[in-house]
């Protein structure tokens, strides 16, 4: 059974930097496609980006450039660097298994302005 745990997030002003971080359980990570997406209240849930075995990375065209995903196989762990943040960068970020179709708890994410 594979366990996704998120990390990272919290309060930061506009402008700045956070580095969410997801941990996943179970094996043959390195051949799993991994992906971050966002919920923001009253919306629904959409791709923020995401990245396969081969470190090929999709993103989200409102966040392209501002933020980056990346992996370390050693740990199990799949990242999201979101710099320059929005306030409508406020949303629960949710890791996601895409061969398992499994999902972390989430981490909430809030951008003052």
């Known amino acids: 059974q594979v366990q996704l745990v998120e990390s990272g997030g919290g309060l930061v002003q506009a402008g700045g930097s956070l580095r969410l971080s997801c941990a996943a359980s179970?094996?043959?990570?390195?051949?799993?496609?991994m992906g971050w997406y966002r919920q923001a209240p009253g919306k629904q849930r959409e791709l923020v980006a995401r990245?396969?075995?081969?470190?090929?990375?999709v993103y989200s065209d409102s966040m392209k450039g501002r933020f980056t995903i990346s992996r370390d196989n050693a740990k199990n762990t799949v990242y999201l660097q979101m710099n320059s943040l929005k306030p409508e960068d406020t949303a629960v970020y949710y890791c996601?298994?895409?061969?398992?179709?499994?999902w972390g708890q989430g981490t909430q994410v809030t951008v003052s302005s």
């Open positions: 990245i396969n075995r081969y470190g090929t990375t």
């Open positions: 179970g094996s043959r990570f390195s051949m799993r496609t």
């Open positions: 996601h298994d895409e061969a398992t179709d499994y």
